[in-house]
């Protein structure tokens, strides 16, 4: 019983991870549709203009500053680590909720293959909202759907 509830686990964590558009099948895993949720709020410009100068200096030396991530991301370093995903549309953050986005970048990954360190004590949590803000404004509009949908979706739970 518990290898089938580990890899049911396991298949809804890769199909929520593995989603490009807010047609997936994800949408249904916790029994709510996309019909359930409020449209996405509008982006406060003046947290994204906050957000990208934050970001530009504590983030893009990893992440770059075109949010381009390493060039071979996908390929771990010669320490066996992960390399700086993109943060863009290409990248993988929208896919997760605004709760998971600000515990990575508090505290660094939970991967432990993941070189991420967390900014606690260097950014503060309206500093950590702003460039959260700023890397939603790089999304297109599938991508800020989805992943306003995810945040929505973990607030009814």
Known sequence: MRIIAAALGLVLTITACSASSPESDYFGTFGLGVDD???????????????????????????????????????????????????????????????????????????????????????????IADVIEFLKSTWGPDERSFQWFTTWQETQQ
């Open 37 to 127: 949720a409020p449209p996405a709020p509008d982006l406060d410009v003046g947290r994204v203009t906050a957000g990208q100068f934050t970001y530009l200096q504590n983030c893009a030396v990893c992440h770059q500053p075109n949010l381009s991530g390493a060039g071979d991301w996908k390929i771990r370093d010669k320490d066996g680590l992960l390399k700086p995903p993109p943060l863009d549309s290409d990248g993988h953050a929208w896919h997760h909720s605004d709760n998971l986005l600000i515990e990575v970048i508090t505290d660094g990954s939970f991967d432990p293959d993941s070189a991420m360190k967390g900014f606690a004590g260097r950014l503060s949590d309206t500093e």
